[in-house]
């Protein structure tokens, strides 16, 4: 079984302030990774994922995220945040060749201030 | 090229009524899923479905019923709604493969009175 942990509920921060969502993963069998994005009122949209290869994502938007087998760990990141990107950002996981249903973290708030 | 619908939007139920969620997609996915989002719970997987006419049991299937007659549609039935059930419904399909990641509809907001 796999599980997912975002460590931070919600995370303010400041219009042009670079920001980091983190995301932790437990799992038995290696695993692909994704971060989906969710605006007010809407479905979640796929920001980006990793499925292997290069360790550093980039995905829309700016995002990037870097998987770290080591420390389990698939933190997303953005270097300078503007006020559209408030939004609910999850974390998933799905485990290679097994029944591809993905486990979501319980998500992070992301709220940019002017 | 609408991708994932969900009907209807919005809904209130009193307490042992039964209604049906409908989600279509026109993007031939083999993959069906319905999740319910609650505050700080993340989404929570309901009952799912790896190609027409058949459905499996997610992680809280308990109160719902579903089926996929056809490969476009999945349905979620409430056989008797009850206040717990309160939630935003959301459905996803997937490729068998999920390289590609799910695609969402935009959910169905159920109040369960």
């Known amino acids: 079984a796999q599980s997912v942990t975002q460590l931070d509920s919600q995370v303010p921060v400041f219009e042009e302030a670079p920001v980091e969502l983190r995301c932790n993963y437990s799992?038995?069998?290696?695993?692909?990774l994704f971060w989906y994005v969710q605006y007010p009122n809407q479905g979640l949209q796929l920001l980006l994922k990793?499925?292997?290869?290069?360790?550093l994502v980039k995905g829309i938007n700016g995002f990037e995220a870097e998987f770290n087998k080591s420390q389990t760990s698939f933190h997303l990141r953005k270097p300078s945040v503007h006020i559209s990107d408030t939004a609910e950002y999850f974390c998933?996981?799905?485990?290679?060749?097994?029944?591809?249903?993905?486990?979501f973290g319980r998500g992070t708030s992301l709220i940019v201030h002017p | 090229n609408a991708g994932v619908t969900q009907t209807p939007k919005f809904r209130v139920l009193k307490t042992g009524q039964s209604m049906t969620l409908l989600c279509a997609q026109d993007?031939?996915?083999?993959?069906m899923y319905w999740y319910r989002q609650d505050p700080g719970m993340g989404l929570r997987l309901i009952h799912y479905?790896?190609?027409?006419?058949?459905?499996a049991k997610g992680e809280v299937p308990d109160g719902y019923n579903v089926s996929r007659l056809k490969k476009q549609n999945f349905l979620l039935g409430l056989e008797s709604a009850a206040p717990s059930q309160t939630s935003v419904y959301f459905c996803?399909?997937?490729?068998?493969?999920?390289?590609?990641?799910?695609?969402f509809g935009s959910g169905t907001r159920l109040t369960v009175v």
């Open positions: 996803a399909s997937s490729t068998s493969g999920q390289f590609y990641g799910y695609t």
């Open positions: 799992s038995s069998v290696s695993v692909y």
């Open positions: 990793y499925l292997s290869g290069s360790t």
């Open positions: 998933a996981v799905i485990p290679r060749g097994g029944s591809y249903i993905p486990t």
């Open positions: 993007m031939n996915h083999e993959y």
């Open positions: 479905s790896v190609g027409e006419g058949t459905t």
